[in-house]
């Protein structure tokens, strides 16, 4: 968000000119940027929609979701900007309106622990979707972390999945949080052995 237009001109391979031509303002950029996500997000309004349970729709719904941050960690300010460009703007809402019909779907199906609501799958999605803003190792990690917390939304008496991959070392979390790559190790030691 904080890049100038003359940068994203440079990284797109474009001129500056046909960036103005095309997004004459920073906003202009953003909208059209969001709009690309609003069409990404319905697209997967769909596949939810054709889930066999409830349970199956929001597990959908928070997977594709939290993939969705993940693959783009550009997309959370994208949208933050898009709310003060036009507080207005609110194509999802036919969306939420399902997703609160699955978690009552889901409660009432025994799946959903019952003091749960569609808020709290909001912020799990963005809690999970926030690790792709640290790359390396979580960028892998995130299924995992997102079946840890599925299972204690799941109903108590609901059978627990095994979950996928492995946890992480305690050196791959540290280099994955501190953005230490080995690389970053040695330049860092020969600094101090240099200094």
Do not use: C
């Not at 997977?63 to 969705?68: G, I, K, V, Y």
């Not at 799990?124 to 299924?143: D, E, K, N």
């Not at 994955?176 to 052995?193: C, E």
């Amino acid at each position: 968000m904080d890049a100038s237009l003359e940068e994203i001109a440079r990284r797109a391979d474009v001129g500056v000119a046909t960036l103005y031509r095309n997004f004459p303002t920073r906003d202009d950029l953003v909208r059209a940027l969001y709009d690309i996500a609003i069409a990404e997000l319905f697209a997967v309004r769909e596949e939810i929609k054709t889930a066999p349970t409830a349970w199956a729709g929001l597990v959908l719904y928070t997977e594709r979701l939290a993939e969705w941050l993940v693959a783009d960690p550009s997309l959370p300010p994208i949208l933050k900007r898009m709310a003060v460009i036009d507080p207005t703007a609110r194509p999802s809402v036919e969306f939420e309106s399902h997703i609160l019909s699955l978690v009552a779907q889901a409660k009432k199906d025994g799946d959903l622990r019952s003091d749960v609501d569609s808020m709290d799958l909001a912020v799990v999605i963005t809690m999970i979707g926030s690790l792709g803003t640290l790359g390396g190792g979580y960028t892998g990690q995130w299924r995992r972390q997102l079946s840890l917390v599925l299972d204690g939304l799941r109903s108590p008496e609901k059978a627990r999945p095994k979950l996928p991959g492995r946890p992480l070392s305690v050196k791959e979390f540290q280099a994955t949080v501190h953005g230490l790559t080995r690389r970053s190790k040695r330049a860092a030691r020969g600094a101090r052995a240099a200094g």
